[in-house]
């Protein structure tokens, strides 16, 4: 294992990750409404980031905070290091949104108009918007010993009312609070008419702030002040108390909205009084506290750009193709695995492909047997209906529904559910390890015999994410292959030992090894006099042991390219320790989510893709699936779209610093850029 000292915080870099993105926001060579877009995926990210690893983070200052984590500092050093970061990029982003991008906005014709701004027309058809879409769902919360402070959801948009006066049954309070439904949007549009042909809008907030009063008749309203608190997000379930996941998921989500608050945001115009009172009933710190210049939700802004019809303002539209042999015989697509496997590779080449494999299995006469597994898959599946379809035509149809997919939980159990009640298999996996692998087997019978055609991918199998995530997948009939996934769902659904695979490696039993003994094999290349490489593309970069062998193989000669997106705990090109290692990040229009591994090998070299990052979780505490990629051409392609093309951009591209920070790549000339995802949109546009 490394010494904590050759580690970096994860926290930190995950971070930093978010400082790449707020860059794209600050890029004017990005079009302006994506702009905003990346704006507001800094703020998702911050959401999640303070539900999950903030939390994670006082849990172990309350339980071991004498304990030091891997990079050494303990618990409370972590927080105060980022706290004093998230506070730099909260407000670095407020200061973006404010001085850059409303003014680059307005200057296209797209205004936010403040209430000091509204003209009369504007106030009496925002007047007559409140009285009509708002006023009659808000309940107003008077503060008194028969309305204590009300038990308020995570993330949602509240207003704490200063009030003066007396009410009709003579109670008086000097607070009330109101929480906006989630079903109002945050930004309201105004008629055209109204904002001089201009795409007009005006914030929730503003329209709250200005109308407030008529929520408590006969009493004066002194302040308005909106906020927001987010809470620990994580699902607990007791495995010693657990009598069905199900139902025992069912009721954390239902509590999951109200888990202990973890951060505060306020405005820059809430008084003091305010702030402490609200801090005192979240039971938080002034540490916890975060002040903002604008709107406390920035992500709800997202909408804007969907209600602004304005294409030159964003990303041109970009058609994913087929594969030409898919697409000459798209109704014969297990006839075409027979011969050759395809690779896929998303969103370049569509999604659609392998919805079109699951919906001709669900209606073809030859299919015997469907088996899937479903981590993540959106609430509107092409995927799951086939799969719905094929068990009400007698398929045995086998899904292994991971119910614990955060944040994704609720769909997948009302996806179970409809499953069970066609007659669907349906399995949760392996309590206390999350099925991440995603794979699907189609059993057909041909000539009397049964043959098998699997899918085995990097990403899940969601169609909405298909589209902005960079993922690979693999449609093969190779036998080995299709055995071993025949296997592991056999091992997922039943019981019994691990059995030895032909081609595949799994988590949590051979990945891990098979990463270190292939490293160690690169190694032994350079000690015989030849050489090593070692190439690998994922996510996240975070478990110590793959960590120090890599510093190992560095150390004895072997080049190391490691593309990694976002976390990063391995300090690159420090002399003795990781002097042949290099680290990028590739931040652009697409999110980078394939993984990737390559082996040099002497020549004879050897490509992987896996649902695995190179991540604790992913290898002890997860299912997950590692596919050699057989067909040379196939590996070609592999190797040039994912690795080759990452390590030449100079256009998206980040590269990591020993110390954790980050230097954005250039090209020489704007004649010499290589931009990675625009150069594969170009090749694989229809």
């Given at each position: 294992?490394?010494?904590a000292?050759?580690?970096?915080?994860?926290?930190?870099?995950?971070?930093?990750?978010?400082?790449?993105v707020?860059?794209?926001?600050?890029d004017?060579?990005?079009?302006?409404l994506?702009?905003l877009?990346f704006?507001?995926?800094?703020?998702?990210?911050?959401?999640?980031?303070?539900?999950?690893?903030?939390?994670?983070l006082?849990?172990?200052?309350k339980?071991?905070?004498h304990?030091?984590?891997?990079?050494g500092?303990?618990?409370?050093?972590?927080?105060?290091?980022?706290?004093a970061?998230?506070r730099?990029?909260?407000?670095e982003?407020?200061?973006?949104?404010?001085?850059?991008?409303?003014?680059?906005?307005?200057q296209?014709?797209i205004?936010?108009?403040?209430r000091?701004?509204?003209?009369?027309?504007?106030?009496a058809?925002?007047?007559?918007?409140?009285?009509?879409?708002?006023?009659?769902?808000?309940?107003?919360i008077?503060?008194?010993?028969?309305?204590?402070?009300?038990r308020?959801?995570?993330?949602?948009?509240?207003f704490?009312?200063?009030?003066?006066?007396?009410d009709?049954?003579?109670?008086?309070?000097g607070?009330?609070?109101?929480?906006?439904?989630?079903?109002?949007?945050?930004?309201?549009?105004?008629p055209?008419?109204?904002?001089?042909g201009?795409?007009?809008f005006?914030?929730?907030?503003?329209?709250?702030?200005?109308?407030?009063?008529?929520?408590?008749?006969?009493?004066?309203?002194?302040?308005c002040?909106?906020?927001?608190?987010?809470?620990?997000?994580?699902?607990?379930?007791?495995e010693?108390?657990?009598?069905?996941?199900?139902t025992a998921i069912?009721?954390?989500?239902?509590d999951?909205?109200?888990?202990?608050?973890?951060?505060?945001?306020?405005t820059?115009?809430?008084?003091?009084h305010?702030?402490?009172?609200?801090?005192e009933?979240?039971?938080?710190?002034?540490?916890?506290?975060?002040?903002?210049?604008?709107?406390?939700?920035?992500?709800?802004?997202?909408?804007v750009?969907?209600?602004?019809?304005?294409?030159?303002?964003?990303?041109?539209?970009?058609r994913?193709?087929?594969?030409?042999?898919?697409?000459q015989h798209?109704?014969?697509?297990?006839?075409?695995?027979?011969?050759?496997?395809?690779?896929?590779?998303h969103?370049?080449q569509?999604?659609?492909?392998?919805v079109?494999?699951?919906?001709?299995?669900?209606?073809?006469?030859?299919?015997?047997?469907?088996?899937?597994?479903?981590y993540?898959?959106?609430?509107?599946?092409?995927?799951?209906?086939?799969?719905?379809?094929a068990?009400?035509?007698?398929k045995?149809v086998?899904?292994v529904m991971?119910?614990m997919a955060?944040f994704?939980?609720?769909?997948?159990?009302?996806?179970?559910?409809?499953?069970e009640q066609?007659?669907?298999?349906?399995?949760y996996?392996?309590?206390g390890?999350?099925?991440h692998?995603?794979?699907?087997?189609?059993?057909?019978?041909?000539?009397g015999i049964l043959?098998?055609y699997a899918?085995?991918?990097?990403?899940?199998?969601?169609?909405?994410?298909?589209?902005?995530?960079?993922?690979?997948?693999?449609?093969?009939?190779?036998?080995?292959?299709?055995?071993?996934?025949?296997?592991?769902?056999?091992?997922i659904?039943?019981?019994?030992q691990?059995?030895?695979?032909?081609?595949l490696?799994?988590s949590?039993?051979?990945?891990?090894?098979?990463l270190?003994?292939?490293?160690?094999?690169?190694?032994?290349?350079?000690?015989?006099?030849g050489?090593?490489h070692?190439m690998?593309?994922?996510?996240?970069?975070?478990?110590?042991?793959?960590?120090?062998?890599?510093y190992?193989?560095?150390?004895?000669?072997?080049?190391i390219?490691?593309?990694?997106?976002?976390?990063?705990?391995?300090?690159?090109?420090?002399?003795?320790?990781?002097?042949?290692?290099?680290?990028?990040?590739?931040?652009?229009r697409?999110?980078?989510?394939?993984?990737?591994?390559?082996?040099?090998?002497?020549?004879?070299s050897?490509?992987?893709i896996?649902?695995?990052?190179?991540?604790g979780?992913?290898f002890?505490?997860?299912?997950?699936?590692?596919?050699?990629v057989?067909?040379?051409?196939?590996?070609?392609r592999?190797i040039?779209?994912?690795?080759?093309?990452?390590?030449?951009d100079?256009?998206?591209?980040?590269d990591?610093?020993?110390?954790?920070?980050?230097?954005r790549?250039?090209?020489?000339?704007?004649?010499?850029?290589?931009?990675?995802?625009?150069?594969?949109?170009?090749?694989?546009?229809?």
């Amino acid at each position: 294992m490394p010494q904590a000292a050759n580690l970096l915080c994860r926290e930190m870099s995950l971070l930093a990750f978010n400082r790449r993105v707020l860059a794209q926001a600050n890029d004017e060579r990005v079009p302006l409404l994506e702009r905003l877009k990346f704006l507001c995926i800094v703020s998702s990210n911050l959401d999640e980031f303070f539900e999950v690893r903030m939390a994670w983070l006082k849990q172990q200052q309350k339980i071991n905070g004498h304990l030091p984590l891997p990079n050494g500092e303990l618990p409370q050093q972590v927080i105060h290091n980022v706290i004093a970061e998230t506070r730099a990029i909260v407000q670095e982003q407020y200061q973006m949104f404010n001085q850059k991008l409303v003014p680059a906005l307005q200057q296209q014709g797209i205004r936010f108009y403040r209430r000091r701004e509204w003209s009369k027309e504007q106030t009496a058809w925002i007047e007559q918007y409140f009285h009509r879409e708002l006023k009659p769902i808000l309940t107003p919360i008077g503060l008194d010993p028969s309305h204590p402070f009300p038990r308020l959801m995570n993330k949602s948009l509240n207003f704490a009312v200063e009030l003066d006066g007396k009410d009709a049954f003579g109670r008086e309070s000097g607070m009330a609070i109101v929480q906006a439904p989630r079903i109002l949007p945050r930004v309201v549009k105004l008629p055209s008419h109204l904002s001089e042909g201009e795409d007009g809008f005006v914030f929730l907030s503003s329209i709250m702030h200005a109308h407030i009063d008529t929520l408590f008749s006969g009493m004066e309203v002194k302040g308005c002040h909106q906020f927001r608190v987010t809470r620990d997000s994580d699902l607990t379930v007791d495995e010693e108390d657990l009598k069905n996941l199900r139902t025992a998921i069912q009721g954390e989500l239902r509590d999951r909205q109200f888990g202990e608050a973890v951060r505060l945001e306020i405005t820059n115009t809430c008084p003091a009084h305010v702030v402490d009172f609200l801090l005192e009933q979240f039971q938080l710190s002034e540490d916890a506290m975060y002040v903002v210049n604008g709107p406390v939700n920035l992500v709800r802004l997202m909408a804007v750009t969907d209600m602004v019809d304005k294409p030159e303002l964003k990303f041109n539209i970009f058609r994913p193709s087929i594969p030409k042999k898919l697409r000459q015989h798209r109704e014969k697509i297990f006839e075409t695995l027979a011969e050759r496997d395809v690779l896929l590779h998303h969103p370049y080449q569509s999604f659609q492909s392998v919805v079109d494999l699951v919906k001709q299995a669900a209606k073809d006469p030859a299919v015997v047997a469907i088996k899937m597994t479903i981590y993540r898959t959106g609430n509107n599946s092409d995927l799951v209906k086939a799969l719905l379809q094929a068990a009400l035509l007698g398929k045995q149809v086998t899904v292994v529904m991971e119910l614990m997919a955060r944040f994704d939980e609720e769909t997948n159990v009302n996806w179970a559910s409809q499953l069970e009640q066609v007659g669907a298999h349906v399995v949760y996996g392996v309590f206390g390890y999350k099925v991440h692998a995603k794979m699907a087997l189609v059993i057909r019978r041909e000539n009397g015999i049964l043959k098998s055609y699997a899918h085995l991918g990097t990403g899940n199998y969601h169609q909405g994410t298909s589209r902005l995530y960079t993922d690979l997948g693999l449609l093969t009939a190779n036998e080995p292959i299709c055995q071993d996934v025949n296997q592991l769902f056999m091992e997922i659904t039943g019981l019994g030992q691990p059995s030895h695979l032909n081609k595949l490696f799994q988590s949590p039993f051979t990945l891990h090894p098979m990463l270190l003994d292939k490293i160690e094999r690169e190694m032994a290349h350079v000690q015989a006099g030849g050489q090593g490489h070692v190439m690998a593309k994922m996510n996240s970069l975070v478990e110590p042991s793959i960590i120090q062998k890599l510093y190992d193989a560095s150390q004895a000669g072997v080049k190391i390219d490691l593309i990694v997106r976002g976390m990063c705990v391995l300090k690159p090109g420090v002399a003795g320790l990781s002097d042949n290692i290099r680290v990028r990040s590739i931040v652009g229009r697409l999110l980078e989510h394939s993984r990737v591994f390559y082996f040099g090998n002497a020549g004879k070299s050897e490509v992987f893709i896996s649902s695995a990052d190179w991540m604790g979780r992913n290898f002890f505490r997860r299912i997950e699936t590692c596919v050699p990629v057989l067909d040379p051409q196939l590996k070609q392609r592999v190797i040039r779209e994912t690795l080759t093309l990452a390590l030449e951009d100079n256009a998206k591209a980040w590269d990591m610093q020993a110390d954790g920070s980050y230097i954005r790549a250039y090209p020489d000339s704007p004649e010499k850029e290589t931009n990675l995802q625009e150069i594969l949109m170009r090749e694989f546009s229809l």
